[in-house]
């Protein structure tokens, strides 16, 4: 019995070495792929910290490289939900984002137009479903309203009423 356990957790911690070889992860995320994989809870365990005791994953680290190649695409707050989910804490993601910030500050406004610019041209005019559903796209991407309508005027994009007249 000693010796099964003993095999898979050394499984478990090649496993996890060649699931870093690939990509960095979290701790959560590997833990995930472990378990996945199938091992049981104890394996899963030793393997992450068997990894983490050599510096193989560093959620400060993670969160901090994963800002930093994304700060000039996404708003502020999907980068947050988007470490959330990858089982970082707030206080984590919050360092982080402070320490990239201390690098270069992201231009929210720019992200946000270069976001919009994507989905329409500049002096458009929309109809009320396409508003709303620009409306919606952007805020699922974490844009603050008063942003969004900021940036709309700034480019002259319009809603008008269609009253059945194409």
């Not at 478990?12 to 091992?39: C, N, P, V």
């Not at 394996?43 to 490289?65: E, F």
């Amino acid at each position: 019995m000693m010796m099964e356990i003993q095999e898979e957790q050394r499984q478990a911690r090649k496993k996890a070495m060649k699931l870093l070889e690939r990509m960095d992860r979290t701790e959560k995320g590997l833990s995930d792929r472990l378990l996945q994989a199938g091992f049981s809870e104890q394996a899963v365990l030793d393997a992450v910290s068997y990894v983490k005791s050599y510096g193989y994953i560093n959620d400060s680290r993670y969160a901090l490289n994963y800002i930093t190649y994304r700060i000039h695409e996404k708003s502020r707050q999907k980068i947050f939900q988007e470490l959330y989910t990858k089982g970082i804490d707030r206080e984590t993601v919050s360092e982080a984002w402070e320490q990239a910030c201390s690098l270069e500050e992201p231009d929210e406004r720019m992200i946000l137009r270069r976001t919009i610019e994507k989905r329409c041209s500049p002096v458009t005019e929309l109809d009320e479903k396409e508003m709303r559903r620009l409306y919606g796209y952007l805020a699922r991407r974490g844009f603050r309203p008063g942003e969004i309508s900021s940036v709309l005027e700034e480019m002259e994009i319009s809603f008008h009423k269609n009253y059945g007249n194409k």
